[in-house]
């Protein structure tokens, strides 16, 4: 059956028009994000939800959302989604970042030009009638100092537009290396030397607990008078009520906000104020970027269901559509591996130490990762997937490590997991064969050859004569039938491993023959992913 879409917010002819090329079921139905009773009712229907900023994916909506796989935000915010309850129900939440870079670092600049030359309150004037020329008193921008708080994408292409004006740009972002500083043609300061140094300062990062009222009222105070500040980036970021005092005061020249703190902005301390600049959120506002963004998360999201290509996701690692077609093997493996762990262990895990050999150790580590996580805590929950599986482990204070290494041994690569409980350690390995099979290759420091069926059973005993017979004997007795069997041993008279692979699950009648035989320390019926 083909994935089902919902678009509930306005997109694009075109980009409804993408998920029926690619073979999705999709409703257009535009008006239904902002009925949030009606939108519940519906929701469970659909695989994928696409979105704008009206529709808002609540907890509640989450809960109603059951067969719900991916939410996709035509746009780069995404307030207007749990993104915390979606990973709990294994949602993925993708935006679209790139699709408005350009539309948003052009308003930045316009912004700049506004309140450098003061054009909002000049045309006001004009146009009531009254020719006040030497009222409007502006500066130039050329050789000014432009300071760029966020030199990432946005603020990337801001800086390359502010040296086309001949401004001389520094930038203060923690994430930017000197060799990029170098390509961007811009000098790298902190935060304190930018705030000393800077005629105009815009502001290009996303709003988190670090970045969060960066432009404090202390940070407001550092600024060189005359100072003008441009915010198209993320409501929160300035201490607006402190800003509002600056311009009184004179300290602050300007300023030019497109986002505020609270939005819809009905009122706000900056507005009225002289040589201050407003604009209702524009920055994403163009022709060209409302179709970009639309027809990127369109294809975002039919990447995802019908290839499982993860792109642009906030709480999931991203992995492209040729990344899922190379990684799908290894992904099963990781799961694999950490489903055996999850049936093999009744105590609390503390700790997950993951081990990429060779060509493992190339792949997309945080999408292994995501699968083993995800493999172990489905033992217990069923419903937990990589999305969510992360976040999970994170609130039982699992602490998960990684180490990765050149190709070792007999294999071109392989992963193995070491697991700690308060009472034991567990290890096993595995890798994928040519032929694109998960195997598993070690358990409990055991050399086997298992390859990973749909149901197994996994039994431990003394190595001693007799053993293999009696287990195929008693599966027989059981009208149970073997697809495939691996032993391996410590050494002669040691411990002794066996996985038999079944065409069907393991009987519980079965398991109690085989334990009351006395032969078997260990006698675990398994199940995985087909």
């Not at 815009?202 to 500040?229: A, C, F, M, Q, W």
């Not at 179709?291 to 290509?309: H, I, K, R």
């Amino acid at each position: 059956m083909a994935p089902k879409v919902l678009v509930s917010d306005k997109l694009s002819e075109t980009a409804v028009q993408i998920f029926r090329d690619r073979g999705i079921d999709v409703d257009f139905m535009p008006e239904l994000g902002k009925d949030k009773e009606k939108l519940a009712e519906v929701i469970g229907q659909y695989d994928g939800l696409a979105i704008r900023s009206a529709t808002k994916v609540t907890p509640s909506l989450l809960e109603k959302a059951t067969k719900l796989k991916v939410v996709g935000r035509a746009g780069i915010g995404t307030d207007n989604v749990d993104k915390e309850a979606a990973s709990k129900k294994g949602v993925i939440v993708m935006n679209t970042p790139f699709g408005n870079m350009i539309t948003t670092a052009e308003h930045a600049i316009a912004l700049m030009f506004a309140v450098a030359r003061q054009i909002p309150a000049a045309d006001a004037s004009t146009q009531a009638g009254k020719w006040e020329k030497s009222k409007f008193m502006g500066v130039e921008l050329t050789a000014k100092t432009l300071g760029v708080i966020g030199a990432g994408n946005i603020g990337g292409i801001v800086c390359n537009r502010a040296l086309g004006l001949k401004m001389k740009v520094i930038a203060y972002d923690p994430f930017l290396s000197e060799e990029r500083a170098g390509e961007l043609g811009v000098e790298k300061v902190e935060l304190d030397e930018l705030l000393k140094r800077a005629d105009f300062i815009t502001l290009h990062v996303p709003l988190t607990d670090s970045t969060r009222n960066i432009l404090s009222k202390e940070n407001l105070e550092k600024t060189k008078k005359g100072v003008r500040i441009i915010n198209c980036a993320r409501g929160g970021l300035v201490d607006e009520v402190a800003l509002a005092e600056l311009i009184k005061s004179g300290h602050v020249a300007g300023a030019a906000f497109d986002v505020f703190s609270e939005e819809p902005a009905t009122e706000n301390p900056l507005f009225g104020l002289p040589n201050v600049v407003c604009t209702p959120h524009l920055g994403a506002s163009t022709t060209e970027a409302q179709e970009n963004v639309a027809l990127q998360v369109a294809e975002q999201m039919s990447n995802y269901l019908m290839d499982g290509a993860v792109e642009n996701a906030l709480n999931m690692p991203s992995m492209t559509a040729e990344e899922a077609k190379v990684m799908g093997p290894w992904v099963k493996l990781a799961e694999a591996l950490g489903s055996f762990i999850g049936q093999v262990t009744e105590e609390a895990i503390e700790t997950i130490n993951i081990t990429y050999d060779g060509v493992a150790s190339e792949m997309n580590l945080k999408a292994l990762e995501a699968a083993v996580v995800a493999g172990i805590m489905q033992a217990v929950n069923p419903d937990v997937n990589m999305v969510s599986a992360p976040l999970i482990a994170k609130e039982r204070g699992i602490q998960l490590s990684k180490t990765t290494q050149d190709a070792s041994g007999s294999f071109e690569g392989y992963i193995k997991l070491d697991i700690q409980t308060v009472e034991k350690y567990r290890t096993i390995a595995g890798t994928v064969f040519s032929d694109g099979k998960p195997r598993f290759i070690q358990i409990k420091g055991i050399t086997i050859d298992a390859e990973v069926g749909e149901h197994m059973l996994y039994t431990t005993n003394k190595d001693v004569p007799g053993i293999i017979g009696k287990l195929g004997t008693l599966l027989a007795e059981h009208n149970e039938n073997i697809a495939n069997f691996t032993l391996g041993r410590t050494d002669a008279g040691g411990d002794a491993i066996a996985m038999t692979f079944l065409d069907t699950p393991v009987k519980a009648e079965t398991v109690k023959a085989l334990k009351d035989s006395g032969l078997f320390q260990r006698v675990i019926p398994l199940h995985f992913k087909a």
